[in-house]
């Protein structure tokens, strides 16, 4: 089973829909939890962390479910500007300075 | 503007050339990482540095070797690469605590010829 596990997509979403992505991680050790959003050719950028309690930032609201090992991210309203590929990242080990990295999901916003 | 800076941004190279990648932050972290990231693939975790030390090497062929001079600076040394080594080299660096998330540079996109 891999580390971390999302669907790569591509997901083709009209504008103004609500989308949402989960994401699996394999080790149940793991202690933190980020999304992170890489356009075409550019380096990945923090879009959130994502805690135990959840978290919501505007449109976008992100959980985390350890019982069954995933994360999830949702987002709103979606605008054309939301196109890009969502990167699901697990820190896997308490002190470890690893981050593991999903294969991402391919989000397409249509107008 | 990132915080984390990489030079060059493209390089082409011959299968015999020596090259190095620059990698350099001023955020006051202690933790910096090699990733490589190819096309349809997730990012490939290659090497980690924490405090200068080397903490994972995550089974990278010799032909890249890295250098951690100080916390502020990373290097990847290359020679005698493949064609299939060509991929996006990204840096990172990162505060060494839980819950800290990673800050990347804009990478080195590399081709091998």
């Known amino acids: 089973r891999k580390e971390v596990e999302q669907d790569p997509g591509p997901f083709n979403v009209p504008e103004g829909a609500t989308v949402a992505f989960n994401c699996t991680y394999s080790?149940?050790?793991?202690?933190?939890f980020f999304w992170y959003r890489q356009d075409c050719r550019k380096e990945p950028k923090l879009l959130m962390s994502?805690?135990?309690s959840g978290n919501e930032d505007g449109r976008f609201t992100a959980q985390l479910n350890r019982a069954s090992q995933y994360i999830s991210l949702l987002i709103r309203d979606s605008k054309l500007s939301d196109s890009a590929t969502y990167l699901c990242?697990?820190?896997?080990?308490?002190?470890?300075?690893?981050?593991?990295f999903g294969t991402g999901t391919r989000l397409t916003i249509i107008p | 503007e990132t915080g984390v800076t990489q030079t060059p941004r493209h390089l082409v190279m011959g299968m015999t050339n020596k090259k190095s990648l620059k990698c350099e932050q001023h955020?006051?972290?202690?933790?910096m990482y090699w990733y490589k990231q190819s096309a349809k693939k997730p990012l490939e975790l290659m090497f980690v540095?924490?405090?200068?030390?080397?903490?994972e090497n995550n089974s990278v062929p010799s032909r890249f070797s890295p250098e951690c001079p100080n916390s502020s600076h990373l290097f990847l040394h290359l020679h005698t690469l493949q064609p299939e080594d060509s991929a996006l080299y990204l840096c990172?660096?990162?505060?060494?605590?839980?819950?800290?998330?990673?800050?990347f540079g804009q990478g080195t996109r590399l081709t091998v010829v």
């Open positions: 990172a660096s990162r505060r060494e605590t839980v819950n800290t998330e990673a800050f």
């Open positions: 080790n149940s050790a793991s202690q933190s």
């Open positions: 994502v805690y135990s």
């Open positions: 990242v697990v820190n896997s080990d308490f002190g470890n300075e690893k981050l593991t």
């Open positions: 955020l006051g972290h202690n933790a």
């Open positions: 540095y924490n405090f200068k030390e080397q903490t």
